[in-house]
């Protein structure tokens, strides 16, 4: 499953860190793939606050508390830094007023920089750039002046949770034990780097022409003509340019699904007697009446992306398709 949409690296940091180290600040910076190229990363610069409570009179105000980012020039390069955040706010108590701005530590768009390809409905024809693949996101630590800090001289180790189920208690290991793709491990010098697959492409639902071996959906009516001994075939195509999508199918007779179908990627085929097409799970009204010999139906088909942004957002690259036709006897 990659990843998608706006990325929201969260950090935990021990008061210490802070309070006793003189470590106040961090900076999250991204690459596009795993060059070691120091010129190749770019700060991250989007407004992260915490919020606070307290008391004014008899009224409870909550106010931000900006993180940064806090540009400082160091040098010949200007830093992005963002404050740690202290165990206090300036008055009153940390509060979450939103649960993903309030645990955020940095922002990466990704859609506006690994950008993806979207697909025309009817066609499938592609658009846009598909710059999916690795990307690398970096943390480093400064102290109060903008220097770089050197974790081993200040016995700072980082740690990542050794769970995918975070309700509960979340165990880490050591970041620098955990393989990074490529070599080396998640430590690289004073800096945890993560690798991630961002993949923001969009997918294709295509539903095609149902036929028999009498005859084909005509364009104008949709009336597909068959004999008693025919077969249906339903084609479909659900698309993703490299496999990151699931796809669910229903198939109805007017108001009644008679088959489902899910998966992954492909170009399928349903292929079915007229006889079960007509006789499939069939409804109370139908009970005790001759057998339909011409039947409306339809087809939807959604496909899922499964690129995610780690919250469950919505990320608009899923796509749909539909078809109505209808089964009549050859005349």
Not at 54 to 63: K, R
Not at 235 to 246: D, M, S
Request: with cysteine; aromatic share 10%; net charge negative.
């Amino acid at each position: 499953m990659p990843w998608g949409g706006v990325l929201r690296p969260r950090l935990d940091f021990a008061n210490s860190v802070r309070d006793t180290l003189g470590v106040k600040y961090y900076q999250l910076s991204w690459q596009r793939g795993t060059t070691g190229d120091p010129n190749a990363w770019t700060p991250f610069n989007t407004d992260v606050n915490r919020h606070f409570a307290h008391m004014v009179g008899s009224d409870l105000v909550i106010e931000p508390y900006k993180l940064g980012p806090h540009p400082m020039v160091v040098g010949t390069k200007t830093l992005q830094l963002y404050e740690i955040p202290p165990a206090l706010p300036p008055i009153g108590q940390w509060t979450i007023a939103n649960a993903v701005t309030d645990t955020e530590n940095g922002e990466f768009d990704s859609a506006q920089f690994a950008t993806g390809l979207s697909f025309d409905h009817d066609t499938g024809t592609p658009s846009g750039t598909d710059e999916s693949g690795l990307y690398q996101i970096k943390l480093e630590l400064f102290d109060a002046t903008g220097n770089l800090i050197n974790i081993a001289a200040k016995s700072i180790t980082y740690v990542v949770p050794d769970d995918v189920d975070l309700t509960g208690i979340v165990n880490t290991v050591h970041a620098n034990t955990v393989a990074q793709p490529g070599g080396g491990t998640l430590v690289h010098g004073n800096a945890l780097v993560l690798t991630l697959h961002i993949d923001n492409n969009g997918t294709w639902a295509h539903i095609g022409e149902p036929t028999t071996p009498t005859g084909t959906a005509d364009a104008c009516c949709g009336v597909v003509p068959y004999n008693a001994s025919d077969s249906v075939d339903m084609p479909y195509t659900v698309y993703h340019p490299h496999g990151f999508a699931t796809y669910g199918l229903n198939v109805f007779r007017s108001a009644t699904t008679i088959l489902s179908f899910s998966g992954g990627v492909g170009n399928y085929v349903i292929s079915e007697t007229v006889g079960s097409m007509m006789s499939i799970n069939l409804p109370p009204e139908c009970m005790n009446k001759p057998p339909c010999t011409l039947a409306a139906f339809s087809e939807h088909l959604d496909v899922h992306a499964t690129a995610t942004d780690g919250w469950g957002t919505y990320l608009g690259y899923d796509s749909v398709g539909d078809r109505a036709f209808a089964l009549a006897p050859q005349s």
